[in-house]
C-alpha cells in the first residue's frame, strides 16, 4: 500500500510507450520519472494527482510530469471502461524540445505539467480519437501523430491546472501515512460510519495528528475525503438505474436532504438533474 515506484520501459523499437491498462481492482499510488497522458472513458471515477482529489464523469484527459504521485484513473470503477495510456521522457527526441522553435509551445507544456493538466471540450474529443488511431498506425506514424497530440495540448485554452504547487514525490518522502490504507478502508466502510480514529491508529498516528496529515496532505479533511468517495459511488448507482433516494442510503448517508446538498456542493447539480441529464 506504500507509494510504489514505477519502472516504464518504451515499446519495442519505440521511444515512448503506448498502451491501454486495466487495474480497476487494485490500488496503485504510484509516480516515476516520465511524463504521463492519460486519457480514460467511464461513467465516473476517482482523479488523484498529487495532492488533487476529485471525481470525473464520462471521461478524463491529464497530462501528469515527472515524479508526481497519481492513482491509477480506474480505481474501483464497477461499470465498463477504456484507457489509453502514453508515457515518455522529456528527452525521447532528445534535446529537440528546447533547441527546436517549432516545439517551443509543447516545451512550455511540458514545464507546466508538474502541476497535473486537465483538458476538456474541444481538445479532449479531439486528443481522444487521435489517442485511439494512434494504436493502429506504424511506430513511425505515431511518433508524428504524438507530437500533433502535445501541439494540440499545448495551443488548449481548455486546461486547469490541478495542484497550485510542486507535488512531485520529493514532497510525500517525508511523509509516512499510506494512502493505500485510507483507501483501503473508506473503500470498506464508505456505506457505514467511517471512523477517523480506526483509520489513525491503522497507519500509527493520533487522531489530531492523523487529521493535520490529512490535510495538508490533500487539502481536504478525513470528512470532505470520504464524502467525495461516497458521491464518486452514488454517480455510479444513479446512472445504473436506483433512484435518488435508493443512491443515497446505499452509499451511507443518513439524510436526504444532506445527501443533496452534498451532492449539489461536489457534483455541481442535484442528483436528479444528472439522473435525467444522462438518461
Not at 452514488?234 to 443518513?254: D, H, I, M, Q, R
Amino acid at each position: 500500500m506504500k507509494i510504489q515506484k514505477e519502472i516504464v520501459l518504451p515499446g519495442p523499437g519505440q521511444s515512448f510507450r503506448l498502451f491501454t491498462p486495466s487495474l480497476r481492482n487494485s490500488f496503485f499510488w504510484h509516480y516515476h520519472p516520465e511524463y504521463e497522458l492519460v486519457y480514460v472513458e467511464a461513467l465516473t471515477g476517482i482523479r488523484h494527482v498529487g495532492q488533487h482529489i476529485s471525481s470525473y464523469m464520462e471521461s478524463d484527459l491529464v497530462l501528469i510530469g515527472p515524479n508526481v504521485p497519481h492513482l491509477n484513473f480506474d480505481y474501483g470503477i464497477e461499470t465498463d471502461y477504456h484507457q489509453v495510456v502514453v508515457q515518455l521522457k522529456e528527452n525521447f527526441l532528445g534535446d529537440a524540445f528546447k533547441e527546436t522553435p517549432e516545439f517551443s509551445a509543447i516545451h512550455k507544456l511540458f514545464e507546466k505539467a508538474y502541476l497535473g493538466l486537465s483538458f476538456g471540450g474541444e481538445t479532449k474529443r479531439t486528443v481522444s480519437e487521435r489517442l485511439r488511431h494512434m494504436q493502429g498506425l506504424s511506430h513511425f506514424e505515431q511518433i508524428i501523430s504524438l507530437l500533433e497530440v502535445f501541439q494540440v495540448l499545448a495551443n488548449s485554452k481548455e486546461v486547469m491546472a490541478l495542484n497550485e504547487r510542486d507535488t512531485s514525490i520529493k514532497f510525500f518522502f517525508d511523509d509516512k501515512i499510506r494512502m493505500g490504507s485510507v483507501y483501503k478502508y473508506i473503500h470498506a466502510n464508505y456505506d457505514k460510519h467511517p471512523d477517523v480514529n480506526a483509520v489513525a491508529a491503522s497507519v500509527h498516528l493520533s487522531t489530531p495528528a492523523f487529521c493535520r496529515y490529512f490535510k495538508k496532505q490533500t487539502r481536504i479533511t478525513f470528512t470532505d475525503f470520504v464524502n467525495q468517495y461516497r458521491i464518486t459511488q452514488a454517480k455510479t448507482l444513479l446512472l445504473k438505474g436506483l433512484t435518488v433516494s435508493e443512491a443515497c442510503y446505499e452509499v451511507g448517508f443518513e439524510s436526504l436532504s444532506h445527501f443533496n446538498k452534498v451532492f449539489r456542493k461536489l457534483a455541481g447539480e442535484n442528483p436528479s438533474a444528472l439522473k435525467k441529464r444522462y438518461n
